[in-house]
């Protein structure tokens, strides 16, 4: 049966109560008639077999030599590879990228190089636990290279990191030395949407602060318009001209791979399917897990959530130069992703699911979840945003304010301390920003323990720019209310009472749509 | 730095204000009207697969107007239907007597359509003889996508299928026409969300023109604000409603499709006007602007505005009738 493509629903009275979700919960929720959802193409089917597309785009790149002749005795390769940031929840193992790294080090020992380094491509995110690493990478890989050559980057190692140069506008390009003084950096990564991958990969994942301030602040995030479009986006255009300099110094060899939408494992077929379409099963486990939820204790009802593994199947493998993969890559993801929409509505609404790109194993704080909102879920569109301009945005989500020391340790301080104080992207950025980024303790802690940088919850801040400026009004149904207030938006109890809410900036008869997501759906508006 | 504090590595919380008692998200006794326990399952209309119109494969509904399935649905009707609708509303029908005149000549009844109730008050409304032999044209991919709906609803109301997907023309109801069945027919095609008059399809002047039978308008009010989109039951405390049949219309020499539904259409209003007003006030004067859509009271746009906001529609279409009889216990009901 030929796979569906994305649709947007019109809610009727046959319209069965539609599944949301919101954290670590689900709800079942009737929207009004007349709402808009839109759902995401049904899963693609993936490659039949990944070790020969693998072994095929090794052998067959775009734009680029194979891979085997850029390999010689006597080389520095430096393979460095996305770190658990994606794909969201993590996929079962193999993971797609221990699969192709494993094809590049054999390629590599049949021609005899010897000077291999595995680096994970962090950032200023957290340094991943050797059993994170071994996950992804896979045990023969692990055994071969942890921990000498296989590490994760680290952005405040001065003596680690090379100055390659400034771009024609004037950014600082720094990364990882070894990675810059290698013949050949190969780097593995897993397209989730399309906002990652492309010259994202290495002039951002093995940059230094120094580097990333240029496109990581409130201006350039203003004016990306989508990050899900590469082309109208300021922080993927500065990127770009990074990804281009940095091209010129040093042999990238870019290998993309891109998943379907089969985010969940089968037992929770209810979450990828659509609801009339529920079997007794699902039903059943929807209704369950809606009502049974909330009674749970909060660890167990977290580690319910944290253990979920996608069932994930590769769609697409493609390698050589980075622009020419991207281009083949993007078009893989939005053949899974793609949606046309017909125009905007008044209203969006989004429920946030459990996990976020930098919250693996931890609670998602208030700041977070306003990344994950405002961030990405309302970025989710080509062309222009879901909702008009100055309309309202709800999102179900209970922004309970936890944080995780381990991760997020200035995380709790940038919301005590500076939320209190301003909630403006760029007011923030000029008073706090340096303060935080060049904080010994959080230095320390990124380095030695597994903390996100000090800076990291401005970035996660400055993502909410663009969402920020164009929307008029953001509600949270089930917020926290005092959470909602320090970040300087409003909790409802219910969507009934968001939406009265919101009637003093879009009145009492709104359009609505609903982004029925994860798994992910780019709105293409037209 | 900071006035939070907790183990490493694991949450802790700031101070937060307790969370609200009230939940969002439904109740798992509203979550279970998604549960079909038999029969296909109900698809929303926009998620439906477009399927071409097949020539010649209508639901069979002849069996339907057979004699025992006549006398079935007139026992329904007049037994069962009736005194509930009597205990669930209060209505009131006027000019039921325009059959009369007809006598045994089949005729197109037109009303507007707001509410599922609308067929069954119009039924009920009826002269008994003239109910025995009338049909109600129902939307084909709403009432006849399962068998059992299918089924049900021909033998409770003499629903035949009509397809609103623009196909081929049906030949039934011209067959039944000339059969000698009267046909209501809903020109609007749907019920409407906001109880606002729709604008009229153009099937039913086509049909009359092309059968020369004529067309009885008929004015609902009230249905909308009783049993509105979304609800299955009239609404609690008997809300009023009221059916006023008008004079047949017939397609005079020079009626076009097109003109002949203005007709219809501005007929239609005038009885919604009427039963708000009088007919000498509902009745249209030269000079003076035409009446809105859907009667005197519904809503109209602001001078120099497009479209009135949706729920001024609501708020004009839901306003109770007036009552047709003083209240007070004093001058009797």
Redesign the interface.
Known sequence: MAVRPG???????????LL?H?GEGL????FP??TRVVYPPESLPGVPDVDAAIADALEHPQGSEPLRELLFAGMKLTIAFDDLSIPLPRMRRPDIRGRVIEQVLTLAAEAGVDDVQLIVATALHRRMTAAEIEYVVGERVFRSFWPDNLYNHDAEDRDNLLHVGVTDHGEDVEINRRAAESDLIVYVNVNLVAMDGGHKSVPIGLASYNSLRHHHNSHTMLHSNSFMDHTRSAMHSSAWRMGRLLAQHVKIFTVETTVNNQAFPEKYGFLTK?????SRKD?AMA?GM??AL?KLPTRQRHRLFQNIVADYQVTAVNAGETEAVHEKTLESVHRQQLVEVNGQSDVLIVGLPYIGPYNSD??MNPILATCLGLGYFFNMYRGRPLVRHKGAMIL?H?V???????HHPSY??F???VLAESTDPATIEAKFEKQYATDPWYIHLYRTSHAYHGVHPFYMWYWATHGMDHLGDVVW??G????CARMGFRA????ADALEMVSGTV???PSITYLHSPPHAIADVR | ????S????????????S??S?????G?R??????RLGGQ???????QPYRPPLPGREFPTEWARSPVARAARAAFLGGIMDPLLHSQLRWTVEGAEVFTGLGEQPALIVANHASHLDATVLLCALPAAVRERTVVTAAADYFFESTWRGLSTALAFGTVPIDRSGGAPSTTPVDLLRDGWNLVIFPEGTRS?DGARARFKLGAAYLAINTGVPVVPVGLRGTFAAMP??RSWPVPGRPEVSVRFGRPLRPGEGDDVRGFTARLTAEVDRLVTEDETSWWASLPRPGQPTPPPGGSRAAVPAPGRGEP???RKVWAATEPPAPSRPRSPWAGS
């Not at chain 1, 709800?27 to 009737?30: A, F, R």
């Not at chain 1, 409802?492 to 969507?495: G, K, L, V, Y």
């Not at chain 2, 907790?6 to 204000?17: C, D, K, T, Y």
Request: charged share 25%.
């Open positions: 649709f947007v629903l019109e809610v009727d009275e046959r319209t069965p109560p949301v919101q709800l079942l929720e009737q008639l007349g659509r609801e009339w379409e529920w039903q209704y809606t009502s909330p931890a609670v179900y209970p309970t304010p936890e944080f995780t020391q381990l709790v301080d919301y005590e301390e149904v089930g926290d209310r005092r959470a409802a109890s219910t969507f009145g009492r008869d | 730095m900071s006035g939070v907790g183990a490493s590595g694991r949450p802790v919380r700031a101070g937060s204000s969370s609200s009230r939940r969002p998200g439904v798992l509203q979550a279970t009207r998604g549960f399952r109900l698809v929303p209309a926009s998620a969300p989109r979304g906001a949706r729920w």
